[in-house]
């Protein structure tokens, strides 16, 4: 059984039915598709779509959000950054992660680096002031090593309903 096949999933206590699903992949093809067109779409009322729209953003379930590229909006640095961590203030230090400006994506991981980090800079000066003036100067943090980006291959915001 793959994800989307079966009984609905649950998170927190909330099922996610096959109309849902459905909602949410009209919503990744076109987050600014109006509900009426969904609803026509589907074969259901506007009203429903809605109600189930907004349920579901209410859960967490689902955001609405304007996704940008960060090259094109005139940043020239872009990296992954894994870091390593003593164990004791692990969480602690992913929070003070997550309050950079700079970082997009934070994410407390298991393998070889304890959290694991999206950085959007500048440029090579801006990238470097990070690394080296902000984030290694946290309590706790052991090492890190940066992957810069040269190409974006593939994004995609296409999960759980497929």
């Known amino acids: 059984m793959t994800?989307?096949?079966?009984?609905p999933r649950?998170?927190?206590g909330f099922e996610i039915s096959e109309l849902d699903k459905r909602i949410i992949e009209q919503l990744q093809e076109e987050g600014r598709r109006p509900f009426t067109q969904i609803a026509a779409d589907l074969g259901v009322s506007e009203a429903a779509v809605r109600a189930r729209t907004n349920r579901m953003i209410d859960k967490g379930i689902l955001q609405i959000v304007g996704v940008t590229d960060p090259l094109k909006l005139?940043?020239?640095?872009?990296?992954?950054i894994g870091v390593k961590v003593e164990a004791a203030r692990l969480i602690e230090v992913a929070e003070q992660?997550?309050?950079?400006?700079?970082?997009?994506?934070?994410?407390?991981?298991?393998?070889t680096y304890d959290i694991l980090v999206e950085c959007v800079a500048?440029?090579?000066?801006?990238?470097?002031?990070?690394?080296?003036?902000?984030?290694?100067?946290?309590p706790g943090v052991r090492e890190t090593e940066t992957f810069v980006y040269l190409r974006l291959m593939k994004q995609s915001?296409?999960?759980g309903t497929r």
């Open 122 to 138: 500048e440029d090579n000066e801006a990238l470097l002031q990070f690394l080296s003036g902000r984030l290694r100067k946290i």
């Open 157 to 159: 915001y296409q999960w």
């Open 97 to 111: 992660i997550a309050e950079f400006p700079e970082t997009d994506y934070v994410v407390v991981t298991a393998g």
């Open 74 to 80: 005139g940043f020239q640095q872009w990296a992954m």
């Open 10 to 12: 649950t998170g927190k």
């Open 3 to 7: 994800i989307g096949e079966g009984r």
